[in-house]
């Protein structure tokens, strides 16, 4: 090969690596760490037969902890502690410590947000969480409420699924005005 073919091999490969700069490490995107702070969610589904509804949140150690606090149908809220593990293909299995449930775990490579389905038989609930603090220790105040946010929630009123969408108003000091609100059965 003449010295010019390999300048040329060369500089392609050069162009190519430019180009693609994540192609030699496609399937290593995620891991333990693409899942760390808090992240707060909602649920719904159904448990031992029953209507299931749950707000919550999960603080993810990055290390394969978890640390979950919420409110479910029977309105008591819990703390209670898990465990995840990541796949280079981001996608996690996931075990709370008080529920004997087994969740996997959708997740895009930032991290910011997943979604999630029980595979226990016996149990079918799906949620959402999004990243809300990178922090593992997040502050929270009235202030940190304040604003216009939109809503959707899909669950159960006196045993009846329930659907509704709408905006709220938060003014920071602890009151909540409802401008919006389309119910739908």
Known sequence: MNRNNERLLLGSAILVLLMFPHASRADARCNDRTIKG??????TGVRDGAPFVEAGQDIF??????????????????????????????????????????YVMYTGPTGSEFSWISVTPGTKITG???????SLTPKCSL???????????????????????????????????????????
């Open 38 to 43: 808090a992240y707060i969610y909602a649920s």
């Open 128 to 134: 959402r969480e999004v990243r809300v603090s990178t």
């Open 61 to 102: 150690d990055g290390k394969g902890g978890i640390t979950n606090t919420y409110t479910d149908t029977t309105g008591q809220t819990v703390v209670t502690k898990g465990s995840y593990q990541m796949n280079a293909n981001c996608v996690s299995q996931a075990k709370y410590d008080d529920s004997g449930v087994n």
């Open 143 to 185: 202030k940190t409420l304040k604003g216009t946010y939109v809503y959707s929630h899909i669950g159960y009123r006196d045993g009846v699924q329930y659907i509704e969408s709408g905006q709220e108003v938060f003014d920071g000091k602890g009151s909540i005005r409802t401008p919006l609100r389309m119910p739908a059965v």
